[in-house]
């Protein structure tokens, strides 16, 4: 099985700051990769996938890269509605399993 | 608009067969570009995907609970269903359905991806 790693599991941050949150996959995995947006209650949403394309109607300030082994998301200009768990998942063989999710809390 | 929504007992004993069924509204099940799937999520195993199956019947599935998982596709009801056999405290999650559907790549590359899914449904294996 492929290895999925998320970090960190949790971070803080305040309105307007850029953050980033990575993805580590052994063995490497090309570009098959996608994260999600999760908020409490709710099923997750998709955000980027093929570890760069960002999604229709997802906003700008969300942006994916890397390949092989490491993949990151970026977020700029924070909103409060940004407050969410984030997860990336690797589709490049089954089982397409889930990092363990990044908890992410504006300030 | 495509909507998803699962249905199911809520409740199931230990040893009994969990039975799941997402219904589709908005539009149809049978695509050749789309697959069908169940995933759950429980605080001890995070996000977790079983299976995906596509509205011909092919189906893959997480080899972790393969032997107690069939999926298939109802077209004339446009719904597909999960059952889960001999299910233990462990399957204790929310279970949700979704759509995957890819992106084309260069060649024959597809980049498959969860592009809507259901609201998810609590299922609780207890006595």
């Known amino acids: 099985d492929i290895q999925v790693t998320q970090s960190p599991s949790s971070l803080s941050a305040s309105v307007g700051d850029t953050v980033t949150i990575t993805c580590r996959a052994s063995p490497a995995i090309g570009t098959y990769l996608n994260w999600y947006q999760q908020k409490p209650g709710e099923a997750p949403k998709v955000l980027i996938y093929a570890a760069s394309k960002l999604q229709s109607g997802v906003p700008s300030r969300f942006s994916g890269s890397g390949s092989g082994t490491t993949f990151t998301v970026t977020i700029s200009g924070l909103l409060p509605d940004d407050s969410a768990t984030y997860f990336c998942?690797?589709?490049?063989?089954?089982?397409?399993?889930f990092g363990q999710g990044t908890k992410l809390e504006i300030k | 608009q495509l909507q998803l929504l699962e249905s199911g007992p809520g409740l199931v004993k230990p040893s009994e067969t969990l039975s799941l069924t997402c219904s589709v509204s908005g539009g149809p099940v049978t695509s050749d570009t789309y697959y069908w799937d169940w995933l759950r999520q429980s605080p001890e195993k995070g996000l977790e995907w079983i299976g995906s199956?596509?509205?011909?019947?092919?189906?893959y599935h997480n080899p972790s609970l393969q032997s107690r998982v069939t999926m298939s596709v109802d077209t004339s009801k446009n719904q597909f269903s999960l059952k889960l056999m001999s299910v233990t405290a462990a399957d204790t999650a929310i279970y949700f359905c979704a759509r995957d559907v890819y992106h084309a790549g260069e060649g024959t590359s597809k980049y498959w991806y969860l592009d809507l899914w259901g609201r998810g449904t609590l299922i609780a294996v207890s006595a």
């Open positions: 199956v596509s509205s011909g019947g092919t189906t």
């Open positions: 998942q690797q589709t490049y063989s089954a089982p397409y399993d």
